[in-house]
T-cell receptor, first 115, second 112 residues
Framework: GAVVSQHPSRVICKSGTSVKIECRSL??????MFWYRQFPKKSLMLMAT?????????EQGVEKDKFLINHASLTLSTLTVTSAHPEDSSFYIC???????????FGPGTRLTVT | EDKVVQSPLSLVVHEGDTVTLNCSYE??????LLWYKQEKKAPTFLFML????IEKKSGRLSSILDKKELSSILNITATQTGDSAIYLC????????????FGKGTKLTVNP
């Protein structure tokens, strides 16, 4: 159990376009999901906490108008990178916290390349 | 500022060796400590520790938390090449968001 999927796994887009990344908990409910960004040879950086039915909580330094998060159901959260620029190129990983539990389970990640 | 420090940053061993990875933390509202294994993609969950002194074990991997020393170790016995990965330590914080603070990881390379 505890499977989290992400789609797409890899995306290349042009500068100025928007990209949506989906995160789904496949076999459990997750009121809370998290979005991370990982730079090469660095650890995971929490970008925001996504709560079903309410606004996401963003970490300091993360632009909420640039990284739009929608958590419309107990199994789906989306991250939209708006007006993407090459510096947004990164590996984006979501995690889902199983309701009533403390472990977080990670999705396989999305490699975003902005040209 | 909440901080998680892992050591060593990288480690190269031979198959069959036993390794110990370290994680120490300084956080304001500790709730739990988690270990993850990251290969090419996203991290996979290994252990979650909340109580001091109780060892968690899964096959050749084991881990224990020392709340007095604010640290944890992850042991891998009889290492195999498939154990090569980055091992991430994260601390879960109390509070509404339950967010995790990650260390930079230990890159383990197991040579045949």
């Amino acid at each position: 159990g505890a499977v989290v999927s992400q789609h797409p796994s890899r995306v290349i887009c042009k500068s100025g376009t928007s990209v949506k990344i989906e995160c789904r908990s496949l076999d459990f409910q997750a009121t809370t999901m998290f979005w991370y960004r990982q730079f090469p040879k660095k650890s995971l950086m929490l970008m925001a906490t996504s709560n079903e039915g309410s606004k996401a909580t963003y970490e300091q330094g993360v632009e909420k108008d640039k990284f739009l998060i929608n958590h419309a159901s107990l199994t789906l959260s989306t991250l939209t990178v708006t007006s993407a620029h090459p510096e947004d190129s990164s590996f984006y990983i979501c995690s889902a916290r199983r309701d009533y539990m403390n472990e977080q389970y990670f999705g396989p990640g999305t490699r975003l390349t902005v040209t | 500022e909440d901080k998680v420090v892992q050591s060593p940053l990288s480690l190269v061993v031979h198959e069959g060796d036993t390794v110990t990875l370290n994680c120490s933390y300084e956080v304001t509202n500790f709730r739990s400590l988690l270990w993850y294994k990251q290969e090419k993609k996203a991290p996979t969950f290994l252990f979650m520790l909340t109580s001091s002194g109780i060892e968690k074990k899964s096959g050749r991997l084991s881990s224990i938390l020392d709340k007095k020393e604010l640290s944890s170790i992850l042991n891998i016995t009889a290492t195999q090449t498939g154990d090569s990965a980055i091992y991430l330590c994260a601390v879960g914080l109390q509070g509404g968001s339950e967010k995790l603070v990650f260390g930079k990881g230990t890159k383990l390379t197991v040579n045949p």
